[in-house]
Nanobody
Framework: EVQLQASGGGLVRPGDSLRLSCTASGFTFGMYDMSWVRQVPGRGPESVSH????????YYADSVKGRFTISRDNAKTMLYLQMNSLKPEDTAMYYC?????WGQGTLVTVSS
């Protein structure tokens, strides 16, 4: 059974940083691309960042480019999202996603 559990969210002020983590299990982690997707209530999901199985190729939404960094540790089956210079518009529930499987999200709230 595929299990994905995101953690690391919280309430921060604009300009602060957070590091999200995702613990993965139940599949051969290193063989799968992974994504971070965020969603605000009442709006559709937004793909924030994506990384290939080997970690060589990454993608970022224009809204987070230059501020967020995705990474993975295949030995530990962990996915990360380093979020710097956070803005109020980054407020959302963040999910790690792989192969159509969504884990439990972690809430990020950016507010002064």
């Amino acid at each position: 059974e595929v299990q994905l559990q995101a953690s690391g969210g919280g309430l921060v002020r604009p300009g602060d940083s957070l590091r999200l983590s995702c613990t993965a299990s139940g599949f051969t982690f290193g063989m799968y691309d992974m994504s971070w997707v965020r969603q605000v209530p009442g709006r559709g999901p937004e793909s924030v960042s994506h990384i290939t199985g080997g970690g060589v190729i990454t993608y970022y939404a224009d809204s987070v480019k230059g501020r967020f960094t995705i990474s993975r540790d295949n030995a530990k089956t962990m996915l990360y999202l380093q979020m710097n210079s956070l803005k109020p518009e980054d407020t959302a529930m963040y999910y790690c996603v792989s192969g159509g499987n969504w884990g439990q999200g972690t809430l990020v709230t950016v507010s002064s």
